[in-house]
C-alpha cells in the first residue's frame, strides 16, 4: 500500500530532527470520526499501518508520535498493531523441530 510506503520512508529514513533533544516525527489527524463513518476498513487499516511504522521506527531510535482526533464519542476500532506470531520462513518445513 502506498501510505505504508510513505510513512515509512518518512517515519524511519526522513530528514526530520531526531537528535536527543528534538521532537523527531509527528503526524497529527483531525477529524478521523467523519473519515472512519465513510471508510470504516480503510480508517482500520490506517491506523495499524500508523502503529506499525511507529513501531519501525522505534526499532530504529526514531521518534514516531500520532495523534488522532475525533468528534465522535462512540469511535470503536478493532484493536490496533496486533501482530501475530509467525515461525521463522526458513524454518518452516523443519520436520525435526517436534
Not at 44 to 50: A, C
Request: charged share 25%; glycine share 6%; net charge negative.
Amino acid at each position: 500500500m502506498a501510505l505504508n510506503d510513505c510513512i515509512g520512508d518518512v517515519a524511519c529514513y526522513g530528514p526530520y530532527d531526531d537528535s536527543p533533544e528534538g521532537t523527531g516525527l509527528v503526524l497529527s489527524i483531525t477529524d478521523y470520526d467523519r473519515f472512519t463513518a465513510a471508510c470504516p476498513r480503510a480508517a482500520q487499516t490506517v491506523l495499524d499501518i500508523v502503529a506499525d511504522q511507529a513501531r519501525h521506527a522505534s526499532v530504529l531510535q526514531r521518534r514516531f508520535f500520532s495523534l488522532l482526533h475525533s468528534n465522535g464519542p462512540d469511535i470503536r476500532f478493532e484493536p490496533v498493531g496486533a501482530m501475530p506470531v509467525m515461525w521463522n520462513r526458513d524454518e518452516w518445513a523443519d520436520a525435526n523441530r517436534r
